[in-house]
Nanobody, 119 residues
Framework: VQLVESGGGLVQAGGSLRLSCATS????????MGWFRQFPGREREFVGA????????SYVDSVKGRFTISRDGAKITVYLQMNSLKPEDTAVYYC?????????????WGQGTQVTVSS
């Protein structure tokens, strides 16, 4: 199982980035998906998740109204649209699949992509 994140980078505060998570297998198609982030020296934390159907999402309070998770019609790629970015959003972002318990527990993880927000 391989999940590949892309779209990270450096952006100024107030800017936007869109992260993508893709797989070549059915891992994403058949699964709810989650996004997590990890700050230096801290545990990985939940950002948000989307159900298999794409009809339900869940977000941590700190990103509500700024971040949006979506998936394409074929459910092969999942996106994390991040708007109004803040320096405190700087972290490595991971996607996850293979839901164990909605919305925060998963079996499979991507390698992560760095997001850096400058002030």
């Amino acid at each position: 199982v391989q999940l590949v994140e892309s779209g990270g980078g450096l952006v100024q505060a107030g800017g936007s980035l869109r992260l993508s998570c893709a797989t070549s297998g059915r891992t994403i198609i058949d699964s709810a998906m989650g996004w997590f982030r990890q700050f230096p020296g801290r545990e990985r934390e939940f950002v948000g998740a989307i159900t298999r159907s794409g009809t339900t999402t869940s977000y941590v309070d700190s990103v509500k109204g700024r971040f949006t998770i979506s998936r394409d019609g074929a459910k092969i790629t999942v996106y994390l649209q991040m708007n109004s970015l803040k320096p405190e959003d700087t972290a490595v972002y991971y996607c996850a699949a293979g839901l164990r318990r909605w919305p925060r527990e998963y079996d499979y993880w991507g390698q992560g992509t760095q997001v850096t927000v400058s002030s």
